[in-house]
């Protein structure tokens, strides 16, 4: 019975392992209207602005906010983050498609003409929690 209890442990302990919580911080967000959308995504598909994988809808807080991704497993992940200032739940952009609200990218990846890559947007997650700041422009 004591060694099962020991497998045990030893096998709650390799599942916990596999998972790690992901912070993104959100910076230069400049009043308190609307909502801040955050967006996970973990391929390509969807990137960055349709269905996301986790998504997140905070309260505006002058400065920033912050969010937690709890027990991500291992891969490659992209974030995208837009400040939604007249609660619209979508990001308005003028006459030629350029966006008129604040919005940000994981690494501080910025498209040619529109939005950029996943490719250019992603990064490792592996069982080390990890934290990214997105400053919105």
């Known amino acids: 019975m004591r060694s099962l209890s020991f497998i045990f442990s030893i096998l709650l302990c390799v599942t916990t392992a ?10 230069d ?15 390509a598909q969807g990137f960055p602005d349709q269905s996301c994988l ?8 002058v400065g920033g906010v912050k969010v937690v991704f709890v027990d ?3 891969g490659d992940y992209a ?12 990001l308005d952009t003028n006459f030629a498609g350029v966006p008129i609200e604040p919005y940000g990218f994981s690494l501080g990846a910025r498209g040619t003409f529109g939005s950029p890559s996943f490719a250019n947007a992603h990064f490792a997650i592996g069982v080390q929690a990890v934290t990214e700041e997105v400053k919105l422009k």
């Open 18 to 27: 596999v998972a790690a919580d992901f912070t993104v911080v959100v910076t």
């Open 29 to 43: 967000i400049q009043s308190t209207q609307g909502k801040v959308r955050v967006a996970l995504y973990n391929s």
């Open 72 to 74: 991500l497993p291992p």
């Open 79 to 90: 974030v995208s983050v837009y400040h939604d200032i007249n609660n619209n739940a979508k």
């Open 54 to 61: 986790w998504c997140q809808l905070l309260p505006a807080r």
